[in-house]
């Protein structure tokens, strides 16, 4: 898991950060970036993608990351900036602020999927990197919880939704809660609910 991070610092590189984000697909909330920068040769066989971990398993990871990484970096893109620049776009640029909230300038980028960022940072793309990164890995962990947490928030707010378990994702019964009480304003106006629904913006319910 660490192969990459490796071959970086081989070449010189002294702060590798690994990029990954949460929240693509769902129906509802911000998309949030992470970046992270381990120390060199760090391992822990429990880091993976964070999509095969338990929601427990997450949690107790994210504390470990947090106390064993040298910079985390995270960023939250609401859904009015998804709206108006498109998910792709949106979440390029959640990736970028997160590399930006570093407190440890990066010298080198390992980011997940295939598509570079817009900083002036030597960079790497690696697709299913959260699965073969393990600074990716814990980035994806990183925003995963991060995101988890905003959505119960936001269930607070709008239970009728339960977005404290689809954390808005397209679930039958996120979708059968959309057709009963309409959307609420974390809903993404960009993205279709049903197949036969119109991709022109909707009105929000308060």
């Known amino acids: 898991m660490n192969s990459f991070e490796r071959r970086a610092?081989?070449?010189g590189y002294r702060a590798v950060a690994g990029i990954d984000e949460a929240g693509r697909g769902p129906l509802a909330g911000p998309v949030v970036a992470a970046a992270v920068i381990l120390p060199p040769d760090y391992a822990n066989p429990d880091i993976t993608d964070s999509k095969k971990l338990s929601a427990k398993k997450r949690e107790g990871?994210?504390?470990?990351?947090?106390?064993?990484?040298?910079?985390?970096?995270?960023?939250?893109?609401?859904?009015p900036v998804i709206d108006a620049l498109n998910i792709f776009q949106a979440t390029l640029v959640s990736m970028r602020e997160a590399v930006s909230d570093l407190s440890?300038?990066?010298?080198?980028?390992?980011?997940?999927?295939?598509?570079?960022?817009?900083v002036s940072i030597p960079q790497?793309?690696?697709?299913?990197?959260?699965?073969?990164?393990?600074?990716?890995?814990s980035a994806s962990i990183i925003a995963k919880v991060s995101r988890d947490r905003i959505m119960e928030i936001y269930h607070r707010q709008f239970p009728q939704y339960n977005f404290v378990k689809?954390?808005?994702y397209g679930t039958?019964?996120?979708?059968?809660a959309i057709e009963l009480h309409g959307r609420c304003k974390i809903h993404r106006k960009s993205f279709r609910v049903r197949e036969k629904e119109s991709l022109q913006p909707t009105l929000f319910k308060n």
């Open 9 to 11: 610092h081989q070449r």
């Open 61 to 79: 990871l994210y504390e470990v990351i947090r106390k064993d990484a040298l910079a985390i970096g995270l960023s939250v893109v609401e859904v």
């Open 104 to 118: 440890l300038k990066p010298d080198y980028l390992l980011i997940d999927g295939t598509h570079r960022i817009f």
């Open 124 to 137: 790497e793309t690696i697709v299913r990197g959260d699965s073969r990164s393990i600074s990716v890995a």
């Open 166 to 168: 689809n954390k808005g």
């Open 172 to 176: 039958a019964e996120h979708r059968r």
